[in-house]
């Protein structure tokens, strides 16, 4: 039984590194470019406001009229330099070009980088391949084969719009808007509309694209990338370090990051929303309505590596900020999905609730885990006891077992002898009210809870960058020092010791490994998975030492009543 306990435990462990290449599901085939074309968006009472000022619509067509081009008498629309425009709020500070209408920085203010300066979102390879987030896509073959140097020269990017607006700093609960028009004077006109709010990471967005007075989709994007993780930071963390693209579509999550591309699985469509995030942040955008499309690209160019871009549909709000639980819950959409709380996800979400609710009274997230961890040791004190009691009973009738094994000693080769052998064991068992799996059935149910505080500390933002004491100084990450995973490994072996055995001294010897094996797993685990880990040993050890008080004095009772009898 302990043997396939430990076998059961070590198999755990590597489900936390398996999992995902098993639950994530592939991408919906691409549906055909003409019945995409043919679904038109519907209105959604869950999107955000539209901008106060629309621009002008063409006349209505008459019904079953087909669409007519407009001649090419459009006035340009533009400006003869570039300008830069700041919208600076109290989470974020924005840069914004009028060449291209793009976005060339986004630092936030509450999550800094390692030097503990501000984040910055828009990553470097933007400026490298002249490509920023919220240029346009034109998917045009020509275009495509250009790659990113296509994409920067592009006329909808390289322009210079006119500006509507100016740089501002929103306190919260105040608005302001930026408006980049630009039109060739031949047959292209464009208008980028963003609303923003102090206060919020999420804003409006409006994209108009017309050509030969027609409108046509406006495919957005954003990358190369996003952010700029140091190696240091990939090095340290348990995260991929790297992006990739995360899609909600007919309420199913598509994931691929930028290791694992595949072009067959990199189309989206009736997209509920699309982002491109990593670990901790995300640029994510919202449709109208599901009824647009995302595509993951990698976009390949003989001078420059490989890049990874999101192309996102009409877009009518944008959330470029940190991946924190219960801001994107508000968000609604089902936006917290984007949160990787992954496999048994539901334990996660609620030991999230549990230590932020914690967090409030004890305001350092490494006491907090303490905290959470004692309350999750008394909730399954009465399992814990249970499996004690029943490896302590398991023990005792030990020397039964051995003279029954002893018995039957062609059980392993005679089935007959097998049958017998299991059946007076049972009735051992029985008589003496064991339950074989009672020792290993209450451990293993606690592995789920192992697995959702894995998943939790991996994924949780708030404990990035977040110290407990001394030389803990971000929990997020491995403890470079290894006192913490060194320390869960004594205080395992010592919990082992004092837990009551039913293995015989060469099984007891190989249970001996279970300390060792796991000291080697959490090496590389986050200081906060540790830390729980920890704890919930040197509690173990106590409840442990408590228990075996208990069961010792129940026993001194028993014999005594057996001798007065």
């Known amino acids: 039984m302990e043997k396939r306990l430990l076998t059961a435990i070590v198999l755990s462990f590597l489900l936390l590194f398996a999992y995902q290449a098993i639950f994530v599901k592939k991408a919906p085939a691409p549906i055909n470019p003409v019945e995409q074309a043919a679904v038109q968006p519907q209105p959604s009472t869950a999107a955000a406001p539209a901008p106060e000022n629309k621009p ?30 700041t919208v600076t709020t109290t989470l974020y500070q924005s840069v914004w070009s009028n060449k291209g209408g793009v976005l060339t920085s986004w630092k936030l203010k509450k999550h800094l980088e390692e030097n503990k300066s501000d984040l910055e979102l828009v990553p470097v390879a933007a400026k490298d391949a002249l490509v920023f987030p919220f240029a346009l896509y034109d998917d045009n073959p020509e275009a495509v084969k250009a790659g990113l140097a ?22 919260d609960g105040e608005k302001a808007e930026l408006r980049f028009t630009f039109a060739d004077g031949k047959d292209l006109e464009i208008e980028k509309v963003f609303t923003f709010y102090g206060g919020r990471y999420d804003f409006d967005i409006a994209v108009h694209v017309r050509k030969k007075g027609q409108p046509v989709p406006a495919r957005v994007l954003w990358g190369p990338g996003i952010r700029n993780p140091s190696q240091k930071e990939i090095s340290q963390s348990l995260a991929s370090g790297g992006g990739g693209v995360t899609v909600l579509a ?18 989206f469509n009736f997209v509920n929303w699309a ?71 539901f334990i996660a979400e609620f030991l999230f609730y549990a230590i932020r609710f914690i967090h409030g009274f004890v ?15 008394i909730l399954f004190f009465p399992l814990t006891y249970s499996s004690t009691k029943s490896m302590a009973k398991m023990a005792e009738l ?35 009210g064991v339950n074989p799996a009672g020792g290993c059935l209450p451990m293993l149910i606690q592995i789920p809870i192992f697995i959702g505080f894995f998943n939790l500390l991996r994924n949780a933002i708030e404990l990035r960058h977040s110290p407990w004491i001394f030389w803990i100084k971000d929990l ?34 190989m249970m001996l490994i279970m300390p060792v094996v796991m000291t080697i797993f959490f090496l590389q685990f986050q200081s906060g998975l540790v830390l729980y880990w920890l704890t919930s040993n040197v509690l173990q050890i106590g409840q442990q030492y408590i228990m075996n008080r208990m069961m010792k004095a129940k026993k001194v009772e028993s014999h005594g009543k057996r001798r007065k009898n």
Not at 480 to 503: E, N, V
Request: include cysteine; aromatic fraction near 10%.
């Open 150 to 171: 296509g994409i920067a020269a592009n006329a909808a990017n390289a322009a210079y719009y006119k500006v509507s607006g100016a740089s501002c700093t929103l306190k």
């Open 56 to 85: 002008v619509s063409p006349p209505p067509q008459a019904a079953g009229a087909k669409p007519q081009a407009q001649p090419s008498n459009i006035p340009p629309i533009g400006s003869e330099r570039e300008e830069a425009l």
């Open 363 to 377: 305001p350092n997230w490494g006491f907090a885990i303490i905290v959470l961890t004692f309350f999750i040791k």
């Open 398 to 432: 030990q020397p039964k077992v051995k003279a029954l094994r002893a018995k039957y000693k062609k059980s392993k080769t005679d089935i007959a002898q097998r049958r017998e052998m299991n059946e007076e064991m049972m009735k051992l068992y029985k008589e003496h």
């Open 275 to 345: 982002a491109y995030d990593d670990n901790y942040f995300a640029a994510l955008f919202l449709p109208s309505a599901a009824t647009g499309s995302a595509v993951f690209l990698k976009v390949d160019t003989a001078s420059k590596p490989s890049a990874f871009l999101l192309a996102a549909t009409d877009p009518a709000r944008v959330f470029l900020g940190p991946k924190e639980f219960g801001t994107l819950a508000d968000l609604g959409h089902d936006a917290k999905k984007l949160v990787r709380f992954g496999f048994l996800g």
């Open 476 to 509: 997020s990450v491995k403890d470079p020092t290894y006192i913490l995973p060194l320390l869960m490994g004594g205080t395992q072996f010592i919990s082992q010791k004092m837990t009551p055995s039913a293995a015989d001294p060469s099984q007891a010897k």
């Open 250 to 267: 007919a309420n199913n999550i598509y994931r691929m990051d930028e290791r694992r591309y595949k072009p067959e699985q990199s189309t």
